[in-house]
Every structure is written in structure tokens, then in C-alpha cells.
């Protein structure tokens, strides 16, 4: 069974947005720490957006701060990644992570212990 299945991928044009959603298969998955990662064809997988297990602390890298935003829904299951102002090169297929074992934020692929199979984001300029 996939722990994390992702939707509300499509196609954009450059400056829309969209909204990514994580659901988790079980509760427990309320209490990990989360991120969003993505991976471009040729490229590696790298995080757009990361939340401590409380949702109190993030972490977005310089290509995505301030356009991007990770949250929990009041069913906290589900995780988001708010993606406003949208360009070409977000282009990539993204995938949330849940890591089980850590409270504070996690930034490397390798710490994550869960994933979901991604969903496809693409951006038209």
C-alpha cells in the first residue's frame, strides 16, 4: 500500500498557480515531518519545501521562496504545497516525503523514509 498519494498536478501557464496535495493513508503520518521534492527529466530530485513534524518551522531553498508554501490541512493527514507565481522551470514531477523519525526539518532526499508516486507539474511559458 502507497503511504502518500499526491494530486492537483496539471498544466499552467507561467504566473498561475496551483495547489499540491499529500494524503497520507493513516494518522500517524500528522505527526512526521514533511517535504515536498521535485525532479525535472535529467536532473536530480531536490526539496521545493519542507515542515518540521509540528508545522512550526519550514525550510524553502532560494528557487522557490516566496512564491511556494507548505502547510497541513485541519485534517492533518494532508499536506499541501501552496505554488503561486508559477515559471517555466517549476516544470518537473513532484513528490511529498514523510520522515518518521526526526521532529525538526529535513532538506536530503535520503532522510525521508516515505514517498508518494508524484504528481506532474508542468508550466507553459
Known amino acids: 500500500q502507497v503511504p502518500l498519494v499526491e494530486s492537483g498536478g496539471g498544466l499552467v501557464q507561467a504566473g498561475e498557480s496551483l495547489r499540491l496535495s499529500c494524503a497520507a493513508s493513516e494518522r500517524r503520518f500528522g505527526n512526521y515531518a514533511m517535504g515536498w521534492f521535485r525532479q525535472a527529466p535529467g536532473k536530480e530530485r531536490e526539496l521545493v519545501a519542507a515542515m518540521s513534524s509540528s508545522g512550526l518551522n519550514t525550510y524553502y531553498p532560494d528557487s522557490v521562496k516566496g512564491r511556494f508554501t507548505i502547510s497541513r490541512g485541519n485534517v492533518k493527514n494532508t499536506v499541501y504545497l501552496q505554488m503561486d507565481k508559477l515559471k517555466p522551470e517549476d516544470t518537473a514531477v513532484y513528490y511529498c516525503?514523510?520522515?518518521?523519525?526526526?521532529?525538526?526539518?529535513?532538506?536530503?532526499?535520503?532522510?525521508?523514509?516515505?514517498w508518494g508516486q508524484g504528481t506532474q507539474v508542468t508550466v507553459s511559458s
Open positions: 516525503a514523510a520522515d518518521p523519525w526526526t521532529l525538526g526539518v529535513r532538506r536530503a532526499p535520503d532522510e525521508y523514509q516515505y
